[in-house]
């Protein structure tokens, strides 16, 4: 593999998501590794298994896979981005049992180099709300399981992020003239940004073209049984407590910043508007976010 320093899945994992705010970076570890263990319980390992993570992103579920079980399973970590698998890599010298690990450049929906019927367990966790052809994902973690193997999903559920969007769509174009349109129409220049719209089906975007029960449906589809849904709603205190932190980050990969929202999209008025209006939410902690993650088991039938 050669070093192409970073690219837009390690830009957004390593700086954009916390806007390089170390103490955003503290909380944020603390929540992805309550997300990462769950997935750990659903793929009920044990010693000698052979784990892969699929999109493995900085190794937090491998890595933790492996600790759990005391280094007693191999771990083959998989991705798109070379510069994360690269960052993974070093990492596990310090943080994992290098010698378990396999690092492999692939996409979900092509587990090349892994052989059909050769692992216990495919986990995977905010990766395939990223992919086009989920399906074709779902068909290759079936393809490399043996039999009685076991797939853990953990993924955001942001579907709700575009119908607020549309909502608030409709409700600018009805007219009705609230006296509260013109912030509205700001945090609506903001969301689409981050969550396009489409009036056509077909092109919603990955991150928003589906819902728990989609991902399920998905599962069985393709050949799982005894899968099992959890879907997990928290609504707490936004972990952003800062101004700029909170116009520096992004909510996924794809997304501008509200900083890159406003210097495309807003007039310097607008932006003053916006922030008397919202920054006083962020910096009192009143702010709150909701978290939607579906937690998703299922086997290969033995
Ligand atoms: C939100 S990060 C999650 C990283 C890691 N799984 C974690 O739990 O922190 C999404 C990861 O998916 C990877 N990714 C995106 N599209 C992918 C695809 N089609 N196949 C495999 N990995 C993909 C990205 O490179 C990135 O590492």
């Known amino acids: 593999m050669k070093n192409e320093n970073t690219d837009v899945w390690a830009d957004w994992l390593l700086h954009r998501r916390t806007a390089d705010d170390s103490q955003l970076a503290e909380r944020l570890q603390k929540m992805v590794e309550v997300y990462a263990d769950r997935v750990i319980e659903g793929a009920r390992l044990k010693p000698g298994m052979t784990f892969v993570d699929v999109g493995a992103g900085d190794g937090l579920v491998a890595f933790r896979a492996l600790n759990r079980l005391s280094g007693d399973i191999n771990v083959i970590l998989t991705d798109i981005s070379e510069p994360l698998l690269l960052h993974a890599k070093s990492l596990s010298a310090t943080t994992a049992a290098p010698e378990r690990c396999t690092f492999l450049q692939c996409s979900a929906e092509n587990l090349v180099g892994i052989a059909d019927a050769s692992v216990d367990v495919v986990a995977t966790r905010s990766v395939l709300a990223y992919v086009k052809d989920r399906p074709a994902a779902i068909r290759e973690f079936y393809r490399v399981l043996k039999r009685g193997g076991r797939i853990s999903i953990a993924e955001p559920v942001m579907q709700n992020e575009y119908f607020v969007a549309r909502a608030m769509k409709a409700r600018i174009d009805s007219g009705k003239g609230q006296p509260d349109d013109k912030l509205l129409r700001l945090i609506h220049r903001c969301k689409s940004a981050q969550f396009p719209e489409s009036a056509d089906p077909l092109d919603i975007s990955p991150i928003v073209n589906y819902n728990e029960r989609d991902l399920l449906q998905c599962v069985v589809d393709n050949g799982f049984h005894d899968a099992h ?74």
């Open 229 to 302: 849904l959890e879907l997990h709603v928290d609504i707490r205190p936004s972990l952003i407590t800062t101004w700029e932190t909170f116009i520096g980050t992004s909510p996924h990969p794809w997304a501008p910043t509200l900083k890159e929202i406003f210097a495309e999209q807003f007039t310097e008025g607008e932006r003053r508007f916006f922030e008397e209006n919202l920054r006083p939410g962020v910096e009192t902690g009143t702010n709150a976010s909701t978290d939607q993650m579906a937690y998703i088991t299922g086997e290969k039938p033995a």
